[in-house]
């Protein structure tokens, strides 16, 4: 018999692009947003968003936006919900003393004050925070200081719950052909260790170039690192992903993305580009929500190993079965930066070149459905076949069990499959299309494949 394999485009997505969340005027870039006491809370420099004025912090009561946190708070980068609070990591542009920000809901205190000496804000030399995270039952916070609360701290911090303490000799140096700015821009927990990356070029006075992992006793690197900023990290399917605006970790060529295997950074599979020309790609933030990677920031074209350009703007995603969607070709003209689940849909925050903010929601639930692309999913060789088919792609990604199923959900063949099974014999089968399901991993959950059976020759 004769095989030809398609894949079968599960779980399927909605081909629309993502719509305006609310109507009106948002004056300034949406950073991020946050889950907070039942509510939705948004922050970046906006201080009006779809015509409501709310300043740099804003809460959704549902059917519009109000002020989120009632004080003095400067344009903001980052929200946690650690403990009972709020955290807000704000921006300061014109001075040299920042604060990290507590709102528990009804009142703003501040945490630690955070100094940069000799600021300049026409080189982004000013006492900003840019993350704020929870390690080993601490606080800790990243930014653009080199003293927290009059002791010397260089770019990051830790809050033990009575004072503020160092992460070794903390980070230093920036990549050339920029400002001299350490600009650690976020950490992530991975495998029990904390994860920084940013602009800097060394942490504990180690050459780290971006990123680096504090064990809680003393700074690593991570492999080579790369060879600009790097703005976001994100943890998917337990495996580590790195985005920014870099271009290669040592001799590895990337566009703007990176995944750690353990020993070093590698291409996975796709990244981004931007068809102007010079405008520069970035990744801003990688986010799992679901059976997805959320991959977002400025960009209009991914690109796969093969060489093709897909038309997707601003947010994409992947998921386990390695399947890229493109959200119907994204969003148009806008970065995005900011990215949280809502109401059965993901929200979407970001904004235009000019300035100007954007909200926007992406329903995967009401929309007409597309075919995903497939570049990154595992294969079944041959294609077309005749009574043998090679699953070493799926046995590779830990799946171990094979059913053949046929259009009326009736199971007509299983086998166990071991690490080593390349090869696989099919039993005779009439003519027809089928489904081979694979289960078994726990890292990419259920897989598929259609098959089409045709008569021999």
């Known amino acids: 018999m004769r095989i030809l394999f398609l894949l079968l485009l599960l779980p399927l997505w909605a081909a629309a692009q993502p719509t305006p969340f609310c109507t009106g005027t948002t004056n300034g870039f949406v950073v991020d947003f946050a889950e907070y006491q039942g509510e939705l809370y948004a922050t970046g420099f906006f201080t009006k968003i779809c015509n409501q004025t709310t300043g740099y912090v804003a809460r959704w009561n549902g059917t519009q936006w109000q002020q989120g946190a009632q004080g003095g708070i400067d344009e903001g980068h980052a929200l946690e919900v650690i403990g009972d609070a709020l955290l807000i990591a704000t921006y300061e542009f014109g001075v040299d003393t920042n604060y990290v920000v507590r709102w528990n809901g009804t009142t703003l ?105 504090w064990d809680g006793q ?29 271009t290669a970790s040592g001799a590895t060529p990337l566009e703007c993305l990176a995944r750690w295997n353990g020993s070093a950074w590698e291409y996975p599979g796709f990244g981004v580009q931007h068809s102007i020309a010079g405008v520069q790609p970035f990744i801003h933030t990688l986010r799992q929500i679901g059976d997805s990677l959320f991959v977002a920031g400025g960009f209009n074209r991914v690109s796969l190993e093969s060489g093709d350009l897909l038309t997707g703007s601003g947010v994409v995603a992947v998921n386990s079965a390695g399947q890229i969607n493109l959200l119907g070709g994204g969003t148009l003209n806008k970065d995005i930066e900011a990215v949280i689940p ?20 992406w329903n995967p639930q009401t929309s007409a459905l597309e075919d995903l692309s497939d570049a990154l999913a595992p294969k079944v060789r041959p294609n077309p076949a005749r009574d043998h088919i090679d699953v070493s792609d799926w046995t590779a990604r830990g799946y171990r069990l094979l059913r053949l199923i046929d259009l009326r959900g009736q199971t007509l063949f299983d086998t166990v499959l071991k690490p080593e099974t390349g090869e696989v014999v099919l039993p005779d089968l009439p003519a027809g299309l089928y489904a081979l399901q694979f289960d078994g991993s726990r890292q990419y959950g259920r897989g598929h494949c259609l098959i089409s059976v045709l008569p021999n020759k």
């Not at 991570?222 to 992903?241: A, C, D, K, P």
């Not at 809502?342 to 929601?361: D, E, K, P, Q």
């Open 109 to 213: 205190s501040t945490l630690g004050a955070v100094y940069r000496s000799n600021p300049n804000p026409n080189q982004s030399q000013t006492a900003s925070v840019y993350d704020i995270i929870e390690y080993a039952g601490e606080i800790v916070v990243c930014g653009e200081f080199n003293r927290v609360d009059g002791q010397a701290m260089s770019g990051i911090a830790r809050w033990n719950n009575q004072q503020w303490d160092t992460l070794g000799s903390g980070l230093s140096g920036s990549f050339a052909g920029g400002p001299a700015i350490l600009y650690p821009h976020q950490m992530t927990v991975f495998d029990g260790d904390l994860i920084v990356c940013g602009n800097f070029l060394k942490a504990g006075g180690q050459t780290v170039n971006g990123i680096a992992r």
């Open 218 to 246: 003393q700074w690593h690197p991570m492999g080579e690192g790369f060879n600009s900023t790097v703005y976001g990290l994100g943890v998917f399917n337990g495996q580590l992903y790195a985005g920014g605006a870099f």
């Open 342 to 361: 809502y109401n059965g849909g993901i929200l979407l925050g970001g904004g235009a070149n000019t300035g100007s903010g954007y909200v926007g929601f």
